[in-house]
């Protein structure tokens, strides 16, 4: 009903809506510069009406709540483009850092020092008797030494400063999460659906926008009001009014989950751009210095001075000084070797591990196909099986063990039917004496070949020995029943065996089923066992059980003195089981061509003149540690000269090879065809093999001399003017065939100026996305603020209308008490 009453009563919501407004206007004008503030706004709505006869009545305006103005879509696109920016603008921090490490604008370069270290090796070939050449090389040398480990340093201190970033990082995820959670829960407990928690939903906003910039998130909002946060791999960060907490350790980011007991699991979430922001953007960074990976700058920078050393040495240890060795040379110590011997399970075959289920001091294998088993033995798979190991670079080495089997035997030998032939040179002869049948011939001709072999390994002369054995086949020994089975004795030796002197078309050594012909190991051609060596831990990690582990024969918690059954991990050291001396603990043994390779030793009077006539061969065929080697030197030595005591004597000490002449008698080397003395630095420039140990040989710098600027002649003369090696060490520059890890080829300079380019140029790429993404994400908040932003022009003009309307709303009153006066006055 129409009255002076409603007309106050108006006029009183009038003035309580424009006071209301006035504040929420007030409210914007004081947060016009507070970061994340979102313009709010007064909601009115007209009052319902009252029904009259002459029709429906308005009753004012009604408050109905204070809202914040707010694209949701934009908001998290912004919160996304926050994600990419952390991520760009922590990789544009560091790239600076490392294009710095890796400068190549001033002469101390590595490409320049590269120049001038070829260019010294250029000198000496021009004056090869000159000591001033001699030191050239050296200085030259050592700059390049000097150099890689300075890059080595400053990536070792630049990893240090960003794990320290990546800790901090967490903790401020860490804080951010809890107030996050802590908003969540005065929001959800406070506001109602007409009134909302404007300013707590903003400092949410804000905190939100924060964490996007150090991991990339996503977000989405409950009915309660509550805002659930989630990484890219889809972990919990916040629930309601609980979060949980990120850590970095050493396997990078994790997720920290806590069970009801308490009891706390770290999960390694997924690494680099997929962790997005500046979290992501230092890790992948970070991954790119890591030690350990061939495919990083680090590992890059570690394969150039890996393929440095070898090529000069490789070359450098062919050759001979000024003079020849007069005192006591020494090879690299070799380490105790861990030595395991796996047998894969011949059941499984077939099945194929897939890439990264297995991985081997914390570096994921690949694809390990499987194959068809021979005779009880996975021969195929264990051939998958080292490749995949060795392509993936994990500080092991695995190898193969050769073994050969003849087809079955299908009629045995006769009555004094007599066979011969030679296995590894060793001759084999054997006579039936009665009748066999398939199996006995099989068995016996083994025996015979053991025999024979043991004969051979008796005479002190016949160095190194021959391992190997024969046995018959059983069918489930890689052999079918009645074969003839040969394979190398020492666990990972994949040293040819070789057949000779079958004549098939004799009656009986045709009944052998033997092949002529030289076998390695191959997919064929083993034992069905793989080998590996590693001169630190074996770290093997392959799922949440055992099942990748029993594929591989190495299941079942027996393994290793710290192995427990169905944790699907293995750690095997050499305490474990090892092998002291074994070649395969040089660094370089991959480089090692035994299979009839050896070197050349030229013996000299004291006088320089030659003790013999010709040099004397050391055959390393077959060879598996350095007392292998030393007991061929030496036998060759006293087969050669029958001297005795020995003009030269070949040691074993304290895992070294040493070599030591008498007084009378001096020595070099020539001819070196198995790569022996580069892989045992004997007779080379550098040590080592990173950029971090490698150095000048301290045989070379206590005597320059010792730099083999010459080769020894072929009647082994030694000529202070002689510049053969020195010409083809300074050729290496232009070699473009030089290997690196991973199968790479290219020349030294290629690959390190081929390092430094992929640096630079993601460099610019991350320069010119945040560029790009930082446009972006003004123009995102340029929208963001269009809708959500305080115009202080406009809060102006909307105090001047509130005002007014205020004032209207007071005249209305005025008039309304005038009239309640006036009925006053008339009764």
């Not at 912004?78 to 603008?89: D, F, K, R």
């Not at 480990?149 to 990536?155: C, E, F, G, K, P």
């Not at 004094?416 to 004496?433: K, L, N, Q, R």
Request: with cysteine.
């Amino acid at each position: 009903m129409s009255g002076i009453s409603t007309i106050l009563n108006i006029g009183k919501e009038a003035l309580l809506a424009q006071q209301t407004a006035i504040s929420v206007a007030s409210h914007n004008i004081d947060n016009a510069d507070t970061e994340g503030y979102s313009r709010q706004s007064l909601t009115l709505t007209t009052a319902a009406s009252s029904p009259l006869a002459v029709g429906n009545l308005g009753n004012g305006v009604q408050q109905v709540s204070i809202m914040r103005q707010y694209d949701q879509f934009i908001t998290r696109q912004i919160v996304e483009q926050n994600s990419t920016l952390g991520y760009l603008e922590a990789q544009n921090e560091i790239y600076p850092v490392l294009e710095a490490v890796f400068d190549e604008t001033d002469d101390l370069g590595m490409s320049d020092l590269l120049n001038a270290f070829w260019d010294s090796w250029q000198e000496l070939s021009d004056n090869p008797e000159l000591t001033s050449s001699r030191q050239e090389v050296l200085e030259q040398g050592q700059l390049q030494i000097d150099k890689l480990q300075s890059i080595t340093t400053s990536l070792g201190d630049l990893r240090s400063d960003l794990n320290l970033s990546l800790d901090a990082a967490v903790s401020e995820v860490n804080s951010i999460t809890r107030q996050i959670a802590e908003l969540n829960g005065q929001i959800t407990s406070t506001e109602t659906a007409t009134a909302p928690q404007n300013d707590l939903r903003d400092k949410r906003d804000t905190l939100i926008n924060e964490l996007a910039g150090y991991l990339d998130i996503s977000c989405c909002e409950t009915a309660t009001g509550a805002c659930t946060v989630m990484i890219s791999d889809g972990h919990t960060l916040v629930e309601g009014n609980s979060q949980s907490d990120i850590a970095w350790n050493d396997e990078g980011l994790a997720w920290l989950s806590e069970s009801a007991g308490g009891t706390q699991t770290a999960i390694v979430v997924k690494e680099g751009s997929g962790i997005g922001g500046k979290i992501g953007g230092w890790s992948e960074i970070l991954g790119q210095i890591e030690e350990g990976d061939p495919d990083n700058y680090a590992g890059q920078l570690d394969a150039f001075a890996e393929a440095l050393i070898r090529e000069i040495n490789q070359q450098f240890s062919q050759g001979v000084g000024m003079a020849a060795f007069s005192g006591e040379l020494q090879s690299a110590q070799i380490p105790d070797t861990a030595l395991l011997t796996a047998t894969l399970d011949a059941g499984q075959d077939t099945t194929a591990i897939t890439a990264g289920t297995l991985e081997i001091n914390d570096t994921s294998i690949g694809m390990i196909a499987g194959g068809q088993a021979s005779y009880g033995l996975a021969t195929a798979k264990s051939a998958n099986t080292a490749a995949a190991i060795n392509a993936a670079a994990c500080g092991v080495t695995a190898k193969l063990t050769t073994q050969v089997s003849g087809a079955a035997i299908t009629a045995g030998l006769a009555a004094g039917e007599t066979v011969s032939f030679a296995v590894g040179g060793i001759e084999v002869s054997y006579t039936a004496v009665g009748a066999e049948t398939p199996a006995e011939t099989a068995a016996n001709v083994a025996g015979a070949i053991n025999d024979a072999v043991t004969i051979y390994n008796g005479d002190p002369a016949n160095t190194p020995a021959m391992t190997l054995e024969a046995a018959a086949g059983d069918g489930a020994n890689g052999g079918s029943t009645a074969a003839i089975i040969l394979r190398n004795t020492n666990a990972g030796d994949e040293s040819a065996i070789v057949i000779s002197g079958i004549d098939p078309g004799d009656a009986a050594e045709g009944k052998l089923s033997l092949t002529a012909g030289s076998f390695a190991a191959d997919a064929a051609h083993n034992t069905g066992t793989v080998s590996l060596f590693s001169t630190d831990t074996i770290d093997i990690t392959a799922g949440a059980n055992d099942a990748c582990l029993d594929q591989l024969g190495l299941g079942g918690g027996n393994v290793s003195s710290s192995d427990v059954a169905g944790d699907g991990q293995l750690v095997f050291q050499a305490g474990d089981n090892a092998v002291s001396g074994v070649l395969q603990g040089l660094a370089y043994a991959d480089e090692l061509q035994t299979d009839g390779g050896g070197f050349s030793l030229w013996l000299y009077n004291a006088d320089g003149t030659p003790a013999l006539p010709d040099a004397v061969t050391v055959d390393l065929t077959r060879v598996y540690t350095l007392q292998d080697v030393a007991d061929a030197i030496n036998t060759s030595l006293t087969n050669a000269t029958g001297a005795s005591p020995a003009w030269l004597t070949a040691s074993v000490q304290d895992n070294r090879l040493v070599l030591t002449p008498d007084s009378e008698h001096r020595f070099a080397f020539s001819g070196d065809s198995a790569n022996f003395l580069a892989t045992a630095e004997l007779n080379t420039f550098f040590t080592g093999s990173s950029a971090a140990d490698m150095a000048i040989n301290q045989t070379v710098l206590d005597n320059p001399d010792y730099l083999t600027a010459g080769l020894v002649t072929e009647d082994g003369e030694i000529y202070s003017g002689n510049n053969s090696n020195a010409l083809l060490l300074a050729d290496i520059r232009d070699r473009e065939d030089v290997a690196y890890t991973g199968g790479r080829q290219a020349s030294l300079d290629d690959f390190y100026s081929s390092l430094v380019g992929d640096i630079g140029v993601g460099s610019q790429a991350t320069a010119d996305n945040l560029e790009y993404n930082t446009l972006l994400g003004n123009q995102l908040m340029d929208l963001r603020d269009s809708a959500a932003g305080v115009s202080l022009d406009e809060e102006m003009a909307n105090l001047i209308k509130y005002q007014q309307a205020y004032a209207a709303a007071a005249k209305l009153i005025t008039i309304a008490d005038e009239m309640m006066q006036t009925l006053l006055d008339t009764i």
